[in-house]
């Protein structure tokens, strides 16, 4: 299941490869998320938990590298919630602050 949050981090990380690239380098880098993110069905715990958070002492949640992108999820049950895909190169703890900030303004 995808988070309206991880649908829109992907629709802005292909509207970025789409203007620096070209679309046919945006839907190779798609087909390449959305493949590895499908194995995610099979075995989600194979991946590790994110350090930055685990570090703070939350281990609800796993992440998926497909460089140079993270897959953030969290597994409930049987079932696997996409919550964020975000740019290997920043800064997790900046960006979840910044997506905090910006939730309240909502």
Known sequence: MWTHTATRDVETILDYVVAEHDIPFAVRLDRKLE?????????????????????????TYRELIVRPYRVVFRVGGSEVVLVAVLDGHRDLQELLLQRSLESLGR
């Not at 075995?43 to 570090?55: A, H």
């Open 35 to 59: 493949r590895a993110i499908l194995t995610l069905t099979a075995y989600p715990r194979r991946c590790r938990i994110v350090p930055e958070l685990r570090s703070l002492g939350i281990t």
